[in-house]
């Protein structure tokens, strides 16, 4: 079965950096395009970035443009999120997602890590 396992959340000061991993299991990963969405406390659930299953084509949600770095290492099947300059509105739990080269939505996902920045 599908398994994606996030990992890197924790306490950092703002403008401090983080470094998320998520490490995929059961599915073919070169064909999947990976993203990354965040869950800000009380509210719903929001795009943050994703990079293609085809050339490792990005894109990034204004909020976290220029700050924040996705990528993918097919080797050991894991995506990351490097997270430079952290404000406080970065505090969320980040969940990780896979979309199948086929699909139009994310059919898999991770339970969740939290991130939180304090001011």
């Known amino acids: 079965q599908v398994q994606l396992v996030e990992s890197g959340g924790g306490l950092v000061q703002a403008g401090g950096s983080l470094a998320l991993s998520c490490a995929a299991s059961?599915?073919?990963?070169?064909?999947?395009?990976m993203g990354w969405f965040r869950q800000p406390p009380g509210k719903g659930r929001e795009f943050a970035a994703a990079?293609?299953?085809?050339?490792?084509?990005?894109s990034y949600a204004d909020s976290v443009k220029g700050r924040f770095t996705i990528s993918r290492d097919s080797a050991k099947n894991t995506v990351y999120l490097h997270m430079n300059s952290l404000e406080p509105e970065d505090t969320a739990v980040y969940y990780c997602?896979?979309?199948?080269?086929?699909?139009?939505?994310?059919?898999?996902w991770g339970q969740g890590t939290q991130v939180t920045v304090s001011s």
């Open positions: 997602a896979a979309r199948s080269r086929t699909a139009l939505s994310y059919a898999y």
């Open positions: 059961g599915l073919t990963f070169s064909s999947y395009t």
């Open positions: 990079i293609s299953w085809f050339a490792g084509t990005t």
